[in-house]
């Protein structure tokens, strides 16, 4: 079975920059999510879709983060303008939760998009 | 909002023993998760905690939900240096709230 998979893999902007992320979750897996981990912590949920929806994105920066699933399927994150501190790997997860808030379904995460804003 | 409490931050030990780790928080959570994760890598799910006061084992890997539902411990034994990386503990409520992680080192 095929994990989640994201693009690029390495992105180093100057800050002001845009920057977007690609994920493509596991087949059949109803539910995505973006986190970001800075350096030394634990990942932070950004954004939660089920399908093509919107559950929680009470984290997200929304002033200058922005993220879509359209088809329920694969999703984009995007930073515009990037900041300084916004320098973290952007991870992309995903479970097949189909019905929410039940309990947390198990999340498989891709490899994550580093982020470097110089 | 909710904050776990993991520790310790970082452990050195000797190829062949054991260690332990655990997560506390103030607040309840209906899942506890443990993942490792290796430099350059996502996450990876190493066990999953259902129940209050539920033990599981996954080989070397043992974790427990504690029964007040406010934290969890994850014991390796037998440590081999292919242990070696980040450990981190997450609660699930609404959503996943993870640790800051621990650091393990393994000498050979």
């Known amino acids: 079975e095929a994990g989640v998979a994201q693009s690029p893999r390495y992105k180093i902007i100057e800050k002001r920059q845009s920057v977007a992320f690609w994920c493509n979750p596991i087949?059949?897996?109803?539910?995505l999510y973006w986190y970001q981990q800075i350096l030394g912590q634990g990942p932070k949920l950004l954004i939660q879709?089920?399908?093509?929806?919107?559950?929680?994105d009470s984290q997200l920066p929304k002033d200058r983060f922005s993220a879509e699933r359209l088809k329920g399927v694969d999703s984009t994150l995007k930073i515009q303008p990037a900041k300084l501190e916004d320098s973290a790997v952007y991870l992309c997860?995903?479970?097949?939760?189909?019905?929410?808030?039940?309990?947390?379904?198990?999340?498989?995460f891709g490899p994550g998009t580093r982020l470097t804003v110089l | 909002g909710q904050q776990l409490n993991q520790s310790p931050q970082s452990m050195f030990i000797q190829e062949g023993e054991d260690v332990s780790m655990n997560c506390t928080s103030s607040?309840?959570?209906?899942?506890w998760l443990w993942y490792k994760q290796d430099p350059g890598e996502g996450p990876v799910l190493l066990i999953a905690?259902?129940?209050?006061?539920e033990l599981t084992s996954n080989g070397r890997l043992t974790a427990q939900f504690g029964i007040t539902r406010k934290d969890s411990f994850l014991n390796i034994s037998a440590s081999i240096p292919s242990d070696v990386g980040i450990y981190f503990c997450?609660?699930?409520?609404?959503?996943?709230?993870f640790g800051k992680g621990m650091k393990l080192t393994v000498n050979p």
């Open positions: 905690l259902y129940k209050a006061g």
């Open positions: 997450a609660g699930g409520a609404e959503k996943l709230v």
């Open positions: 879709f089920q399908n093509n929806g919107v559950v929680d």
């Open positions: 607040s309840i959570f209906n899942t």
């Open positions: 087949s059949g897996h109803a539910t």
């Open positions: 997860a995903s479970s097949l939760a189909a019905t929410w808030p039940d309990s947390p379904d198990t999340q498989y």
